[in-house]
């Protein structure tokens, strides 16, 4: 089975607690199951490391679709994601937790702002990262080299983090997440995920990788997987177009969509596929 892809005061003793508008275009996936409620996907930012096509590094919001609701889970929080979250008008304050799927800067390079930003404007609800091994330590390191004492500053709030173990579910703060490990190299493991939140609506998301037969596992069954199509051509731990239309019969999901694009995919001819870009919205 196939995805559908269209043509056209301080509780805190320090930072790490050992615990676990761009344009805007909307769709609609129909749901599985009977009633409840939906939930809103933003793509804050559908860009590469590199800013190619003038674009945000790599943010996913996810919120319930209903009015009053601001987004409060993240898949990927790259370095440049407060100014996207901003310039699509979502409070980085309402952000209770952050999915990260591998260790590079353009996916996790904005938690140190995200933190410090809720540290100056008197954050007092808990942050809780779900990341890969290594997540604690990078993070303390990465803050360290931004802001030196940032990491051990007391604040109002908690960082939580619990680090990834393949294919074991974790559930926190009404968030729950499976890892599947990938083929991408980042000084730890990488990993896709699927993200459900409210009555079961799942979303994947490839991360970045090579091809691996783990994101059939990772999209199977989601109402919406969000992949990497860096490249026209093969190109070391990253996921080229060539490569996923061999394999993209074999995904069992309801949606595809294209993210996280070089040059060379945003210049090639896409009309065989479903693309992202920053504010792109959809409602599963």
């Known amino acids: 089975m196939c995805c559908t892809a269209a043509a056209s005061g301080s509780r805190s003793t320090g930072l790490l607690e050992a615990t676990w508008q761009g344009r805007s ?3 609609s996936v129909r749901r599985r199951g009977n009633g409840g409620s939906a939930v809103r996907v933003t793509i804050v930012g559908s860009g590469d490391a590199f800013g190619s096509g003038g674009r945000f590094q790599t943010c996913i919001a996810l919120r319930p679709d209903e009015l009053g609701h601001p987004p409060h889970t993240l898949v990927d929080c790259g370095a440049t994601s407060l100014t996207a979250l901003r310039s699509q008008d979502i409070d980085p304050n309402d952000i209770t937790t952050v999915v990260i799927t591998h260790l590079h800067g353009d996916h996790f390079g904005g938690l140190p702002f995200l933190i ?77 995920v699927r993200v459900g939140i409210g009555d079961g609506t799942t979303m994947a998301y490839s991360g970045d990788t090579e091809w691996t037969d783990s994101l059939l596992h990772a ?49 090639s001819d896409l009309t065989d596929w479903d693309t992202t870009h920053d504010g792109y919205t959809l409602s599963l």
């Open 116 to 192: 410090l930003d809720g540290q100056f404007r008197r954050r007092t609800q808990d942050l809780t990262v779900m990341g890969p091994p290594g997540t604690r330590e990078r993070l303390a390191q990465a803050m360290e080299v931004l802001y030196p004492g940032s990491s051990t500053t007391q604040r109002r709030f908690a960082v939580h983090v619990h680090e990834h173990a393949a294919r074991e579910a974790t559930t926190r703060a009404g968030v729950h997440v499976v890892p599947f490990e990938v083929r991408h190299a980042a000084g730890a493991p990488s990993f896709a």
């Open 25 to 27: 275009h909307s769709l």
């Open 219 to 267: 999209a199977a069954g989601a109402d919406l997987f969000l992949v990497e199509g860096y490249s026209v051509k093969p190109v070391r731990w990253h996921l080229d177009l060539d490569t996923l239309a061999r394999h993209r019969h074999h995904f069992d999901c309801r949606r595809l969509l294209l993210t996280h694009m070089s040059p060379s995919a945003l210049d």
